[in-house]
């Protein structure tokens, strides 16, 4: 059974930095692609980032770009996310996915396995 841990989030003052990681177990996914999503409280789960199986392609939200990396250990099977300058809009429940595809994907629907979330909370 594929299980997916966050962990990392925490409380934050505005321009401070968090650094998430999750932790995969039950199949290897060197070749999936992988994403940080996140959702705030009365709002719609949104893409932050993803990256490719070999790592070669990421991609990220406009409102995170420059200021969150989104990066892979394929050997310990976990995914990070470098969470810097942070913002009181960037408050929410973070989420890693897995896909059972290989590439590079961006949209909720292409991404099968999902964690149980680490809050990120922004103080102003």
């Known amino acids: 059974q594929v299980q997916l841990v966050e962990s990392g989030g925490g409380l934050v003052q505005a321009g401070g930095s968090l650094r998430l990681s999750c932790a995969a177990s039950?199949?290897?996914?060197?070749?999936?692609?992988i994403a940080w999503f996140r959702q705030a409280p009365g709002k719609e789960r949104e893409f932050v980032a993803a990256?490719?199986?070999?790592?070669?392609?990421?991609g990220y939200a406009e409102s995170v770009k420059g200021r969150f990396t989104i990066s892979r250990d394929n050997g310990k099977n976990t995914l990070f996310l470098q969470m810097n300058s942070l913002t009181p809009e960037d408050t929410a429940v973070y989420y890693c996915?897995?896909?059972?595809?290989?590439?590079?994907?961006?949209?909720?629907?292409?991404?099968?396995?999902w964690g149980q979330g680490t809050q990120v909370t922004v103080s102003s």
């Open positions: 996915a897995v896909s059972r595809r290989i590439g590079y994907y961006t949209r909720r629907d292409e991404y099968d396995y």
């Open positions: 990256i490719s199986g070999s790592g070669r392609t990421s």
């Open positions: 039950g199949r290897t996914f060197s070749l999936n692609a």
